[in-house]
């Protein structure tokens, strides 16, 4: 089989086998894998403070992982394979060094623990030192991108499996923090039920993490890429961070902003070269959207890390807030993110990293970093709301109907051909009692 009918027939089967991104925005893996690259990064970074899966995970399933692994080198043609895991993930890094003989073609890349290493422009930075330009995507330095979880499961798409479950961490306010495996679909407080249930009287609930995660309700349902539910005190910084007002954020920065320069000075993505500026995106927006508005244009290749105002600002005002409120009406009105811009080479960029460590410790979440270990097994439920839309690209369309018996594993949406997305299947045995235009619900 040649390399190009071997990559082929392996981006056809992530499509059916409903592989996306296992975190972040989703982005469907078929669509990243290209013979254009050489190089093929296996992410497990996992900047977040408090979550603990993708170094579980590789650590559990080392064996598997890298086979799938080896496999999407062989369908790309790509010469390198490297794993990028922070240097204190001992246990995962002892599984990689027991395994790694078996694999050749693949390499370990030590990361230093700082946020936001995981970002996936700063990590081919890292560890290649090739620039993605803003605006381009990765291939066009010759990089993939995948994350460990992700990996797995085109291990188990490999294998005949495609994507019923997830893993997810559940910290915080909960009696017994841990990593499990949870049908996609399943509702949010039964996996806080599963952890012993909340140990707060005002319980906030969090998806992915503190920094770049977003509260929800939890009777919303586990997707594709929920990586993590935090349970915070409802009057805790993090929580309050996130209910800002974005007007009322307006107002402070225009009567508050002393213009300092420490959002943009510990900026992750400004560090690296790119055009963000949010101290120029905070004088804009003081002066009435008056001044150099190249800025604006700039922010459009912010990555949402939210150091600029959980961590840099020492007036606690909300650059990354607004910064989000100018891409979403940019969104709206149909303006994408411009194009020739260039990074600038930054020479002190080292010394503006920010350790994890420090960063749990300036959002109070010290007491909540402690053991999640994986637990074996699956969770069970007696139902499932299953998203039609849960990643980029278009939604998958119902091909079932109410009334229809279907099986864990059983294809219940489909994906056009023609269009970005992936099929979406059964997390569960069951009769399907509802097909909306945004879920399918199946019961046992």
């Known amino acids: 089989m040649s390399e190009k009918t071997e990559l082929d027939g392996l981006k056809k089967l992530l499509k059916e086998k409903g592989i996306v991104g296992a975190g ?71 599984a990689l060094e027991y395994e790694l003989p078996e694999h050749p073609g693949l390499s ?113 349902p586990v997707t594709k890429t929920t990586n993590a539910i935090i349970v915070l005190p409802s009057d805790h910084p993090v929580v309050m961070n996130k209910r800002r007002n974005p007007q009322i954020s307006l107002r402070r920065a225009m009567s508050v902003c002393c213009q300092c320069r420490s959002c943009t000075e510990l900026c992750s993505r400004h560090a690296a070269g790119y055009p963000v500026e949010p101290h120029m995106v905070m004088r804009v927006l003081s002066n009435g959207g008056r001044g150099d508005i190249t800025a604006l244009a700039g922010s459009m290749f912010c990555s949402g890390c939210g150091l600029c105002e959980a961590y840099s600002c020492p007036q606690d005002l909300s650059p990354r807030a607004l910064i989000d409120e100018i891409k979403a009406e940019a969104k709206r009105n149909g303006v994408k993110p411009p194009k020739g811009m260039k990074t600038e080479e930054v020479k002190d960029a080292d010394f503006k990293k920010v350790s994890v460590d420090r960063l749990t410790s300036r959002l109070a ?20 709301r299953i998203l039609l839309s849960q990643h980029i690209g278009a939604p998958a369309k119902a091909a079932v109907k109410t009334g229809d018996f279907v099986k864990r594993g059983d294809i219940i949406a489909l994906s056009d051909e023609k269009e970005l997305g992936v099929c979406i299947h059964a997390s569960i045995d069951g009769a399907v009692s509802e097909v909306g235009d945004k879920y399918i619900v199946i019961k046992k």
Do not use: W
């Open 108 to 220: 370990v890349f030590r990361l230093k623990p700082v946020y936001p290493s995981g970002d996936e422009l700063l990590l081919i930075k890292e560890v290649t030192g090739r620039t993605v330009q803003p605006g381009e995507l990765p291939v066009s330095v010759g990089v993939i991108v995948c994350n460990v979880e992700t990996v797995y499961n085109i291990g188990r798409a490999l294998s005949g499996e495609p994507v019923t479950d997830k893993f997810v961490t559940v910290a915080g306010e909960v009696k017994h923090p841990f990593t499990l495996r949870v049908p996609i679909g399943t509702e949010i407080n039964e996996i806080i039920t599963a952890a012993g249930g909340v140990t707060t009287d005002s319980p906030s609930y969090i998806s992915g993490g503190p920094m770049m995660g977003r509260l929800i309700n939890p009777r919303e």
């Open 24 to 94: 972040g925005a989703g982005f469907p893996t078929y669509a990243k894998l290209s013979d254009k690259a050489d190089t093929v990064i296996m992410n497990c970074a996992e900047c977040e403070p408090l979550l603990k899966l993708h170094r579980q995970v590789l650590e559990k399933y080392t064996k598997d992982i890298l086979s799938a692994f080896d496999h999407v080198l062989a369908a790309v043609g790509a010469k390198h394979g490297i794993i990028a895991v922070k240097e204190h993930y001992l246990n995962a890094l002892e």
């Open 365 to 384: 979440l010290k007491k909540y970093d402690v053991a999640a270990p994986l637990s074996d097994g699956l969770l069970q439920t007696g139902s499932v």
